[in-house]
């Protein structure tokens, strides 16, 4: 056990080690070309490039939900983005429809333009760009160093022979593992989420109430008839036996008549 410590921090000593030395000997290179080694520390200082996630909200009333929906799919098409989620709500007075839409990101605004022209008023309208750049270095950083450091166990494990080591290695690369999948998928998905936009579009049309009322009435009205002849199908299915009680009642009343004649 203390072997494996004493090697996995001579594994890390010598890293870093190495990355001095590296540094010393490329200063040593550059030292001889003034230009060049200007450059290179312009090429260090020069800023990352931004990584952003980008999200609206929209929200607004139309005169017709079905053509609304439409002109947002043809804007969508030509944006190629897509939908993840599209729901349609139903309400007294309110049809209402909401959209999720991903869009790559250099064509949001693009798509954005498309989808208010002609809107003079948005029940809410919300844009969000989040800067993510910091995060997303530190993660790509860490997972160099994760994955080098998993190299170095790799490599050790090859040249360790007794039992106990090679189960003590292979747990610690076990461990290792499981934390390099873990910030690869954040990374999967920071990628995902500033490659492609989200907006949220809901729209909605009015619905008269004495309209969606008239509905009712006549699929009320159609509800009952068809009642009706489900009744009477019903009817046709049990009629001996609605004629053996109809017979056995008159045969009953014929009977009681006699009876009651009698002196």
């Known amino acids: 056990m203390k072997k494996i410590i004493s090697i996995t921090c001579f594994l890390l000593l010598a890293g870093i080690m190495g990355c001095h030395s590296g540094s010393e000997n490329t200063g040593a290179f550059n030292a001889g070309s003034e230009p060049e080694m200007i450059r290179s520390v312009q090429d260090e200082m020069a800023a990352p490039i931004r990584k952003v996630i980008t999200e609206g909200t929209l929200e607004f009333a139309t005169s017709n939900v079905a053509a609304t929906r439409q002109r947002i799919v043809q804007a969508m098409e030509k944006s190629e983005a897509y939908t993840s989620s599209d729901q349609e709500y139903k309400s007294p007075g309110r049809l209402s429809v909401t959209m999720v839409i991903r869009v790559p990101s250099k064509n949001f605004n693009t798509l954005l333009s498309e989808i ?126 609605i004629l053996i009680i109809g017979g056995s009642i008159l045969a009953y009343k014929i009977w009681k008549k006699r009876i009651v004649k009698k002196p």
């Open 116 to 241: 208010i022209k002609g809107v003079e008023h948005f029940d809410q309208k919300r844009i969000e760009v989040k800067d993510v750049t910091e995060e997303f270095l530190d993660i790509q950083a860490r997972l160099k160093t994760m994955k080098e450091m998993e190299e170095r166990y790799l490599h050790l494990l090859q040249e360790t022979n007794t039992v106990m080591e090679i189960l003590e290695i292979e747990k610690q690369i076990g461990r290792l593992r499981a934390d390099i999948e873990s910030i690869e998928g954040r990374l999967k998905y920071l990628e995902n989420r500033i490659d492609y936009s989200t907006l949220t579009t809901t729209f909605y049309q009015k619905v008269p109430l004495k309209t969606e009322f008239s509905q009712k009435f006549r699929i009320g009205f159609r509800n009952g008839w068809d009642n009706l002849v489900w009744f009477f199908v019903f009817l046709t299915h049990i009629w001996p036996f």
